[in-house]
C-alpha cells in the first residue's frame, strides 16, 4: 500500500502552483467578480500550455497523457488559487464524457481542441428532474428540446455536453434553436448561462459507455476532481485565518491565543484532513477505475463540500468585521465553497448517493 | 498512488494468514469476541498462552528491532497482522500497553541487565506491563504529579497515589514516574522508574467503571521500595521519558474504529421500523449511515497516511492527532443512532437482545473513555491547533515556579 503521490506528481502540482500564485491573483480574480472578464485568460492560458489542464487526456488526442493523479493535484492548486477558469466544465466534465463514451469521430474531433484551449466545452449533467421545475429535457430522432437552468461556463463554451434523460447529447451552441442568456449566480468569479434548447439538431456521444451508468461514471470522477478543489480551497482559507488570527490581538493578545479560536480551526483542520484522505482514496479509485469508486467518489464529495463551506464560514467569522468586507478575499471563498458544493448536485444528494451505494455492497 | 498490498506485503499477509489458521479459530459474526463466559482470570491466563505463541512465531513485536528481541518488521506488516487477527477468536488488548508503549521505554531507557531481565519475558508473556502516570489532580496537566520518590542510598522509596491505572489489578510490573524534586519547576522534577507491582506497599483498587467492567485502577502507594537499578534515564529526568512513551503510543497506530460498525447500522435499519415501514427507507437514515462511514473509514484512511508517511522514512507527526478525534466522536455518534433506531427496545439490557446488540452497546459504553483515555478531545485540539498550525499556547503560570510554591 502507498497512500501518497509520486514525487514526479508533486513537482508538477508545484510549478503549477508557482503559476497560479503569479497569475491567479486577487486583482485578477476580481476582474471577473467586477463581470469585466468570463473567466482569466491568463491563468487559462497557462494551464493549458502547461498541458496541466489536460493532464488526464491521452496523448493521441492531444493531452498530456498523464492521468488523473496528475489531474487530481492540479485541481487542489486550482482551488487553492480559486482560479477562475473553466477547468471543472471543460475538462473534468465535458472531456471526461468525450473520453467515456465518444465515439471515434467525436473524440477525434473534439478532445484535442479541448485540450488545447481551442474549445471551451461544457456539461450539465445532473440529472434534471431531481430538481429542476419545467419539463425534462427531451431528445428523440436526433433533436433536442429542453431547459438547462444553470450550465456553467455557457457564455463561453463552443461545445455543450447536455443530459436528457440518461442520453448524453452533444450541443454546438451556435446551432439553430439554441438560446443562452448569461445568469447571475452567487460566485460571480465562476459565471454560469442558461441554455434553451428548442428543436436543436444534435448528436449523441454513442461509443462505449452509455446511459445512467455513463452519466453516475462522468459524476463520479467529476465528484473526485471537485474533492480536490474543495480540499485546496478549504486548507488555504484555514492558512489565511490562521495567519491573522497570529497577527491581530484584542484584550492584550493575538486572538489566536484564545482556546475557542484555537479549538475552532482545529475542527477545522480535522474536517478539512478527513476530506483530504476521502480525496485521496477517491483519486485512487478514479485512477484504476475500481470497483469502489461510486462509494469513494461520494465520500469524497460529501466530506469536501462539509469542509470547504465550514472553512470558508469559520474563515470570516475569525477575521471579525474586516472579514465581511467586500474588499478581503474571505467571501470569494465562501462563495467559491458554495459553488463547489452545489454545481454537480448538493452535498445531500451526494450523502443519500453515499448510502445507497454502501446499502448496495452490504446487501 | 496504490492501494492494494504490493507483492511483499500480499506475501507476508498470506503467511500470517496460514499461521493463524493453524493456531486460532476463525470468527463467525463482526461480534463475537474472545473470552465469552471466561472470568478474568482465566482471560489473562489464555492471553499469555496466546502472546507466547506469537512470540515464537514472531508476530508478538513485530516492528521492535532485533536487538530487543523483535522481528524488526514494518508498522505494515504490524497494521497486515492486526487486520487478520481480527478475523480470529483471540485475546486482544491484554498486551497492549505491554508492547505498545510500557516494554519500549524499558528497552530504551534501562540499564543493559534490566533490559535483559525484562525485556524478552514481556514479548513472551510471562510479564504484563502497565503505565502509572495519571494521578487524582495530575491527568491532563501530568506535570501536576504529587507521588513521592525519595532517595535513600541504593534505593528509591515511593508515597502517594496513581488512578485510572488500566490493568494495574492484573499486571506484574509498571512504569511510573513520580516527583523527586520539589524544588523544580513542576516538569523538571520528576523521575521515571520500573515499579513491580507485587511489591509491598502497592494496593491496587479496581474501579467500576460506567461500562460496568473494571478495566482501571486506583493505586496506592506507601514506602515502596525501588532499586536505584529500576530508574528510566536519569535524576528529573522523568518527563523527557514519558514524552518518548507517549511516541511510543502514537507509532502504535491499530485500529481505532471497528470496520464494519457502517454494516452494523445498515443491519439495524434493516430489521428496525419507523413509521411501519423499515428504517432503512427514510432518507435521514441514510444520511446517518454515510456520515457514520465518513468517520469510520476516514480513520482507516487516516491510518493509511501514518503508514505511508513510516514506510518512507518519516515520523507520522501531530497531525495523527486528529485519529482519535474523529475515532471517539465517530463511535459515540454511530453506537448512539443505532441503539436509537430501535426505539425503546433499543434500552432492553443487551444479554436479552443478543450479540449484535450487546456489541452496539457496550460500544457506546465505552466511547465516552475513549474520547479521555490518552489525551482527551480537548488537548487534542490543543495539540492540532499549537503543533500543528503554530498557534499561540496556552497562557500558563505553573512553568516557571518550584513546584513546591504553586498553590494547589
Ligand atoms: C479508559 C481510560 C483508561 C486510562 N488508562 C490510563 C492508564 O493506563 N494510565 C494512566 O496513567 N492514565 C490512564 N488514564 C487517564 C487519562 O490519561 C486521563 O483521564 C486523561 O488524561 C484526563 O485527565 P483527568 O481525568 O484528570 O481529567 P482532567 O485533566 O481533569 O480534565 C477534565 C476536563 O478538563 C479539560 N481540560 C483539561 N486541561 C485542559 C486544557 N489545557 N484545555 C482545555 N481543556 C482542558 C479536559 O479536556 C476534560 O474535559 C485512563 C483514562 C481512561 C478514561
Known amino acids: ?363 | 498512488m496504490d492501494f492494494r498490498d504490493t507483492p511483499e506485503e500480499a506475501a507476508y499477509r498470506a503467511e500470517v494468514r496460514t499461521w493463524l489458521h493453524a493456531n486460532a479459530q476463525p470468527r463467525t459474526s463482526d461480534e463475537q469476541r474472545f473470552g465469552e463466559g471466561l472470568d478474568d482470570a482465566e482471560r489473562i491466563s489464555a492471553a499469555r498462552v496466546w502472546q507466547r505463541r506469537k512470540a515464537e512465531a514472531g508476530y508478538a513485536a513485530i516492528t521492535w528491532p532485533r536487538e530487543w528481541g523483535g522481528s524488526g518488521g514494518t508498522a505494515m506488516q504490524q497494521v497486515i497482522y492486526g487486520q487478520e487477527e481480527e478475523r480470529f477468536l483471540v485475546p486482544r488488548m491484554v498486551f497492549e500497553n505491554s508492547i505498545g508503549q510500557c516494554l519500549p521505554t524499558v528497552a530504551m531507557w534501562a540499564a543493559p541487565a534490566v533490559r535483559e531481565r525484562h525485556v524478552p519475558r514481556g514479548i513472551v508473556g510471562d510479564e504484563i506491563w502497565c503505565q502509572l502516570f495519571s494521578e487524582p489532580a495530575a491527568g491532563s496537566d501530568t506535570g501536576g504529579i504529587r507521588t513521592r520518590a525519595e532517595r535513600h542510598g541504593d534505593e528509591w522509596l515511593i508515597n502517594g497515589q496513581k488512578v485510572w491505572t488500566s490493568g494495574a489489578h492484573f499486571c506484574d510490573y509498571g512504569i511510573l514516574l513520580a516527583r523527586s524534586d520539589w524544588d523544580k519547576p513542576k516538569q523538571k522534577g520528576l523521575t521515571m522508574f520500573i515499579i513491580d507491582m507485587k511489591a509491598p506497599g502497592v494496593e491496587i483498587r479496581p474501579i467500576h467503571q460506567m461500562s460496568g467492567d473494571t478495566e482501571f485502577n486506583e493505586v496506592f502507594l506507601t514506602d515502596v521500595r525501588i532499586p536505584d537499578a529500576n530508574r528510566l534515564g536519569e535524576v528529573n529526568g522523568g518527563w523527557k521519558v514519558m514524552l518518548s512513551t507517549l511516541m511510543h503510543e502514537r507509532l502504535a497506530i491499530g485500529g481505532h474504529l471497528p470496520t464494519h460498525l457502517h454494516r452494523n447500522l445498515i443491519q439495524v435499519a434493516r430489521t428496525a421500523r419507523w413509521n411501519g415501514r423499515p428504517a432503512l427507507d427514510d432518507e435521514r437514515v441514510k444520511e446517518r449511515i454515510a456520515n457514520a462511514f465518513l468517520s469510520q473509514h476516514g480513520v482507516e484512511l487516516i491510518i493509511a497516511r501514518g503508514l505511508t508517511a513510516l514506510s518512507q522514512g518519516k515520523e507520522p507527526g501531530p497531525e495523527m492527532s486528529i485519529l482519535k478525534l474523529v475515532a471517539g466522536r465517530g463511535i459515540l455518534d454511530i453506537a448512539g443512532f443505532a441503539l436509537e433506531m430501535a426505539g425503546p427496545e433499543g434500552l432492553v439490557a443487551h444479554q436479552d437482545l443478543g450479540r449484535e446488540w450487546s456489541f452496539l452497546q457496550q460500544l457506546w459504553l465505552s466511547a465516552p473513555g475513549i474520547r479521555l483515555a490518552g489525551g482527551t478531545d480537548e488537548i487534542l485540539r490543543n495539540v492540532v491547533a499549537e503543533r500543528v498550525l503554530g498557534l499561540p499556547g496556552e497562557i500558563r503560570t505553573d512553568r516557571e515556579l518550584p513546584f513546591r510554591e504553586l498553590e494547589r
Request: charged share 20%; glycine share 8%; hydrophobic share 50%.
Open chain 1, 1 to 363: 500500500m502507498n497512500f501518497d503521490f509520486s514525487d514526479d506528481q508533486r513537482l508538477l502540482a508545484q510549478e503549477v502552483r508557482r503559476m497560479l500564485a503569479e497569475t491567479s491573483t486577487s486583482t485578477e480574480i476580481r476582474r471577473v467578480l467586477a463581470g469585466h472578464a468570463t473567466h482569466s485568460a491568463d491563468v487559462w492560458n497557462n494551464l493549458v500550455g502547461m498541458g496541466a489542464a489536460a493532464a488526464a487526456i491521452p496523448e493521441q488526442f492531444g493531452g498530456a497523457g498523464l492521468g488523473y493523479l496528475e489531474l487530481c493535484l492540479i485541481a487542489e492548486e486550482a482551488g487553492r488559487h480559486l482560479a477562475p477558469v473553466p477547468l471543472a466544465s471543460s475538462f473534468y466534465l465535458a472531456a471526461e464524457a468525450l473520453m467515456r463514451s465518444g465515439n471515434e469521430e467525436q473524440q477525434q474531433r473534439w478532445l484535442p481542441r479541448i485540450a488545447g484551449g481551442d474549445v471551451i466545452a461544457t456539461a450539465a449533467l445532473a440529472d434534471a428532474e431531481a430538481w429542476s421545475t419545467g419539463p425534462a429535457p427531451v431528445f428523440a430522432d436526433g433533436r433536442l428540446s429542453g431547459r438547462f437552468a444553470v450550465v456553467p461556463d455557457a457564455m463561453i463554451a463552443g461545445l455543450l455536453v447536455l443530459r436528457a434523460g440518461d442520453t448524453l447529447v452533444l450541443v454546438d451552441p451556435a446551432a439553430p434553436g439554441v438560446a443562452r442568456h448569461a445568469i447571475a449566480t452567487l460566485d460571480p468569479t465562476r459565471p454560469c448561462g442558461e441554455v434553451v434548447c428548442t428543436d436543436v439538431a444534435a448528436q449523441a456521444l454513442c461509443g462505449g459507455e452509455r446511459g445512467a451508468a455513463l452519466c453516475e461514471r462522468v459524476l463520479n470522477a467529476a465528484a473526485v476532481l471537485l474533492a480536490f478543489e474543495q480540499v485546496g480551497g478549504a486548507t488555504r482559507i484555514l492558512e489565511i485565518a490562521r495567519d491573522y488570527a497570529l497577527q491581530r490581538k484584542a484584550f492584550g493578545r493575538q486572538i489566536g491565543s484564545f482556546q475557542a479560536l484555537k479549538h475552532k480551526m482545529a475542527d477545522v483542520y480535522t474536517a478539512n484532513e478527513l476530506a483530504r484522505v476521502h480525496a485521496y482514496y477517491g483519486a485512487w479509485a478514479l485512477s484504476c477505475d475500481a470497483p469502489e469508486l461510486p462509494v469513494a467518489a461520494a465520500a469524497a464529495r460529501v466530506a469536501a463540500s462539509v469542509a470547504f463551506n465550514r472553512a470558508a464560514e469559520e474563515g470570516i467569522e475569525i477575521h471579525g468585521g474586516i472579514g465581511y468586507t467586500w474588499e478581503m478575499d474571505c467571501h470569494l471563498y465562501m462563495r467559491r465553497a458554495r459553488y463547489l458544493a452545489q454545481l454537480i448536485g448538493s452535498e445531500h444528494a451526494w450523502r443519500t448517493r453515499l448510502a445507497d451505494a454502501l446499502i448496495r455492497e452490504a446487501a
